[in-house]
């Protein structure tokens, strides 16, 4: 876990970057305090990737899109690759990065780079928080507006294999949340109603967001891809039977995911297990939280 020394440090160099760091704190955080829960979801990640990237077949190069902490790669096993490439919005993951980049062997190179893989996360943002809005109304005019705007994806490097870490659940996240903050901040989202609209708004945004990350994926991978993505959220409350259930991804991205073809890769390796990621009287007195993960593989035919 990094100082709090390094984290105002972090905080103060990247104004832009803060919701990420933050994320990132609290993810490192929750596992120290949930490492019981959550050594059974990171040990089949761990083996799951390796299933899928049998090492045998390709040492060359891989990217990892969403690298964080590397919480749930093999790094013994990343360490293999010639040329390792990490990417992640989060600045806090660099000191894991340079300290894992010191153990490799001299045939080995890490590439990393602190990025948003959106390409336009920024980009939105700049231009929702420099537009005027009072009512709901008016804010979901100005999402209608802001979707309208050409995406346009980080130019990254091609390499012979793609991992792609837990991003496709999780990329509309932060753009959600930072519409719900200017929202509140304006005194938009006087209601759960008004919250309510907001959000069923930022749907066809999400939906975009899960596309371009698809593509952004099969336009860097030559041989190999790799997807690790939550599909549903489970919530459960103490002494009621009903379980709350919420997609995380769209119908759209699912259906393209769980499909035969991504893009030119055929779907070679599939899987799921449960991520008990907040359990009861850990995180809450009455409230559990757990995710249903889906890896997928794909190669070239």
């Known amino acids: 876990m990094i100082s709090l020394a390094t984290y105002a440090s972090q905080w103060l160099r990247y104004p832009e970057r803060r ?34 990237l049998p090492i045998e077949k390709s040492c060359d190069s891989i990217a990892v899109l969403g690298a964080g902490r590397l919480l749930d790669i093999d790094t013994e096993w990343l ?3 010639k040329r390792i490439y990490l990417y992640d919005a989060d600045p806090g993951s660099q000191k894991v990065w340079s ?24 980009r939105w943002s700049k231009i929702l928080n420099g537009s005027k809005c009072s009512y709901v109304e008016e804010l979901i005019g100005a999402l209608k507006e802001i979707l309208l705007i050409p995406i346009s994806l980080p130019e990254l490097p091609e390499c012979a294999d793609l991992l792609s870490l837990n991003l496709l659940s999780q990329i509309q996240i932060y ?5 719900l903050a200017y929202a509140k901040k304006h005194k938009i989202v006087k209601h759960s109603s008004d919250e309510e609209l907001v959000l069923l708004s930022l749907n066809e945004m999400a939906v975009r967001l899960e596309e371009d990350h698809l593509k ?27 379980w709350q259930v919420e997609a995380a991804i769209s119908q759209s991205a699912r259906e393209v995911i769980q499909g035969d073809l991504l893009g030119g890769f055929k779907r070679s390796i599939d899987d799921r297990w449960l991520w008990h990621l907040a359990p009861q009287c850990i995180e809450d007195p009455s409230y559990g ?13």
């Not at 300290?99 to 920024?122: H, N, P, Q, Y």
């Not at 939280?289 to 035919?301: A, D, F, K, L, T």
């Open 79 to 81: 360490k293999r690759y």
């Open 175 to 179: 753009w959600r949340d930072r519409v």
């Open 289 to 301: 939280e757990i995710h249903c993960v889906n890896g997928v593989g794909y190669s070239r035919p």
């Open 216 to 242: 952004l994926i099969t336009r860097i991978a030559n041989k190999r891809i790799v997807i690790l993505t939550d599909v549903e959220f489970y919530y459960y409350e103490k002494d009621r039977v009903e």
């Open 19 to 52: 919701d990420f760091l933050r994320m990132g704190m609290g993810i490192v955080a929750r596992e120290e305090r949930c490492r019981r829960y959550w050594i059974p979801h990171l040990k089949l990640s761990r083996e799951f990737i390796k299933r899928a």
């Open 99 to 122: 300290s894992f980049a010191k153990g490799v062997g001299k045939e080995c190179s890490v590439v990393r780079s602190i990025i948003d893989l959106t390409g336009v996360l920024d």
